[in-house]
Nanobody
Framework: QVHLVESGGTLVQAGGSLRLSCAAS????????MGWFRQAPGKQRELVAF???????NYADSLKGRFTISRDNAKSTVYLQMNTLKPEDTAVYYC?????????????WGQGTQVTVSS
C-alpha cells in the first residue's frame, strides 16, 4: 500500500506562484509514475502533469510553461510548482501514483489540496 499526502494549497492572487507537495509513504519502491491531477467545480478531473521514476515529465498542453513537476526520490516527495496563476487554475489538486506507466490507471490517490486563485 502507498499513502499520499498533499500540502501547499491555499488562496493566492492571480499572477502569483504556489508550490504543492506530495509526500509518499508505504511501498514507494513499487512506484513508477507520479502525477498531479485537478478538478474544478462542475468539471471533470484532468491530468496536470506526470513524472516517471526516470524523470520523464509531461504536462497538459494548456499548462506548459507555467507549471513544473519534479520529484525528490530521497524524500519520496513530488512537487508541483505553479507560476503565473490564473483564476481558472482554481481547483482541488490531487496527487496520484502508479507502479505502471503514466498512461495507465493510477492506483493511489491523495485526499486533495484546495488551490483558489482570486482575480
Amino acid at each position: 500500500q502507498v499513502h499520499l499526502v498533499e500540502s501547499g494549497g491555499t488562496l493566492v492572487q492571480a499572477g502569483g506562484s504556489l508550490r504543492l507537495s506530495c509526500a509518499a509513504s508505504g511501498s514507494i519502491f513499487s512506484l513508477n509514475t507520479m502525477g498531479w491531477f485537478r478538478q474544478a467545480p462542475g468539471k471533470q478531473r484532468e491530468l496536470v502533469a506526470f513524472i516517471t521514476r526516470e524523470g520523464t515529465t509531461n504536462y497538459a498542453d494548456s499548462l506548459k510553461g507555467r507549471f513544473t513537476i519534479s520529484r525528490d526520490n530521497a524524500k519520496s516527495t513530488v512537487y508541483l510548482q505553479m507560476n503565473t496563476l490564473k483564476p481558472e487554475d482554481t481547483a482541488v489538486y490531487y496527487c496520484a501514483a502508479t507502479p505502471r506507466g503514466p498512461f495507465s490507471k493510477y492506483d493511489y490517490w491523495g485526499q486533495g489540496t484546495q488551490v483558489t486563485v482570486s482575480s
